[in-house]
């Protein structure tokens, strides 16, 4: 009950700091505004050599103030949360939206669309009952990594903890005042490897709202395990065509380039391989993207955006038809279109190809026949605007359905329309610990440079 009497607290604070600001934005001259006004608490905890190597409390608090005067933007921020620091920022904000253009489009968002019923969508948790609980599980955790020493496992590189509460308050002009809290705890473990004196690190993890709800410490450390010893031996192949398995975490990234080619801003920006692509194919007809903001106690659990805008549960690609771009109320205007909740980022994700496209994560392996499975991939290769692709990346080398050996120093080129285009199969490997949800996907004839 101390918990939610603090958080309450919290909250109540941070709600009259918002409205503070919103009331002096108006009073400097601005013709509407919006301020949030955001705290965050937490502990992290390293471990290295079964040691506490940190131990770290901290507590940050921050104000941003926009403005909106004669249609054009301005926007300031601060950490210090006083009265006269308030005035002194919105001050600041009216001052350098005298300075920005004239844009018809901005504003906030039309009132009819900002939230008004709010779940409770589980999403803020206790954390440690003291400090001494997430230094054990730290220690306990980098301990078990110290203790492998087997195929070529040097042993830990260490081990964090992490809990933190985020609290947050919006408020606008407009009457909109709404203060949520969440949490999310973590917890992680990175091995050293070696083998023909090559190093190698892999790394395990554990995430939830809940610090009750996290994967036990031999899962972390298993999966650690796995990463690490899986990239000893690592060599390049030779350049090709090959069948290409993107593993559950990869697909990640992957569906990360499909989120910024959607969004608002790259599109009226004409800055995505997907312009012009709304009402039209953009995947396999027997693939689903669905966005649901409401499970409960998710990573990607919302009741509205980062402008106070309702959220909605709904199918972004059905069939293989791209249904909607993902929009902010300026990005709507831009495209003459309507918002749809989009401020800020995606929520909980779930790709879905129909039965008949669906595998165990061995039967893709076996379907596939050889190929490579990317675990990894690295650099910033891919652009947006044309959908060229090509990224660094390591994982292993499949033949007949089995592992053979791993690789690395290789790059994965193609075209992103393509490669969503051409995706053949899914697995159902799927990782939970995501707030995108998918397995691992299986896209053939891609072309991969090596040596």
């Not at 503070?20 to 390293?46: F, H, N, R, Y």
């Not at 409401?294 to 659990?301: N, Q, T």
Request: glycine letters at 10%.
């Amino acid at each position: 009950m101390h918990f939610l009497a603090d958080i309450k607290e919290r909250e109540q604070r941070l709600q009259h700091i918002a409205n503070e600001a919103v009331d002096k934005a108006l009073s400097a001259g601005a013709d509407s505004c919006a301020a949030v006004s955001a705290s965050a608490q937490g502990i992290s905890v390293s471990s290295r050599n079964g040691e506490v190597e940190n131990l770290e409390f901290n507590r940050d608090n921050e104000l941003s103030i926009t403005v909106y005067k004669n249609n054009r933007r301005g926007s300031a921020s601060t950490t210090d949360l006083s009265s006269e620091a308030l005035e002194q920022t919105a001050a600041a904000a009216v001052a350098l939206a005298e300075y920005s253009d004239r844009d018809e489009c901005a504003g906030l968002p039309d009132p009819d669309f900002l939230c008004q019923e709010f779940r409770d969508l589980k999403v803020l948790y206790p954390g440690f009952k003291s400090p001494d609980d997430a230094v054990k599980l730290a220690v306990d955790l980098d301990r078990c990594g110290v203790a492998i020493k087997t195929d070529g496992i040097k042993g830990s590189d260490g081990a964090s903890v992490d809990y933190s509460v985020y609290t947050n308050c919006l408020a606008n002009s407009s009457g909109f005042c709404r203060a949520s809290s969440s949490s999310i705890c973590s917890a992680g473990l990175t091995l050293l490897g070696e083998r023909d004196g090559k190093m190698q690190r892999g790394s395990g993890f554990t995430v939830a709202r809940d610090p009750l709800k996290m994967n036990q410490l031999a899962e972390v450390t298993d999966e650690a395990y796995k990463k690490t010893s899986g990239k000893l031996g690592a060599v390049p192949v030779k350049t090709g065509k090959y069948n290409v398995i993107f593993s559950r975490s990869a697909v990640q990234s992957l569906l990360g380039n499909f989120a910024q080619a959607i969004s608002g801003n790259a599109i009226y920006r004409r800055g995505s391989f997907l312009c012009d692509f709304l009402g039209k194919k953009v995947m396999p007809q027997y693939v689903s993207l669905l966005e649901d903001p409401f499970i409960e106690g998710s990573l990607g659990a919302a009741n509205c955006d980062g402008e106070g805008v309702r959220v909605a549960k709904s199918l972004l690609v059905k069939d293989g038809i791209l249904q909607d771009y993902l929009l902010s109320s300026y990005s709507a205007r831009k495209l003459k279109m309507r918002t749809n909740g989009h401020s800020g980022g995606i929520y909980n994700w779930f790709l879905n190809f129909d039965k008949a496209h669906t595998r165990s994560f061995d039967d893709l392996l076996k379907e596939a026949g050889e190929g490579l499975v990317i675990d990894e991939l690295m650099g910033q290769g891919a652009d947006l605007t044309s959908g060229n692709y090509s990224r660094g990346a390591a994982g292993y080398y499949f033949k007949n359905g089995k592992r053979e050996y791993a690789v690395s120093e290789i790059t994965v080129a193609g075209n992103l329309k393509d490669m969503f285009s051409n995706m053949a199969l899914i697995g159902n490997d799927i990782d939970r610990r995501y707030k995108v949800q998918t397995g691992s996907i299986f896209i053939p004839n891609l072309t991969v440079s090596g040596n």
